[in-house]
């Protein structure tokens, strides 16, 4: 199992820049923390204040298949079907709204500034998805392993 990155992103990731990545939630997804059993992302969005996250996930279900699992290794894959350049190993999740974002997460996705980020979030995203739309994503911090 590994982690898709566009090319824009992955030099970020070989190089260790890159330390942290943003994925969309979907609202059948479950995860698993230190002080609950399951909880889905629908559930979990009603309890959000505004402009806060859900830390301490240790794990993301969708449907039978763990997505993420905090301890675990994934391959960095530079595209759907291509073959891995390297591994990295998760070090935490969490779930919050696109726009929580905090400056240090800007440098640890790899950017710089805010702006260069969400340019890159739209590139990526289409609608419903968009930096404006401010939707649940699924925050996947990770060092590259050596």
Known sequence: ??????????PGVMSGAKTCTRRLARATDLFFGPHWTALSVGLAWVRLAPGGSLSGVLSVQRGARFLWVVGRTYAILPGRGRKAVGRLYLT?????PVQS???A?????????LEDFMATWDALHGAGQRWQ???LVWVLAFKRML
């Open 92 to 96: 935490g999740l969490r779930l919050e």
């Open 101 to 103: 974002i905090l400056a």
């Open 1 to 10: 199992m590994g982690l898709i990155f566009s090319p824009e992103l992955l």
């Open 133 to 135: 739309d401010n939707p």
């Open 105 to 113: 997460d800007v440098r640890s996705e790899g950017f710089l500034f």
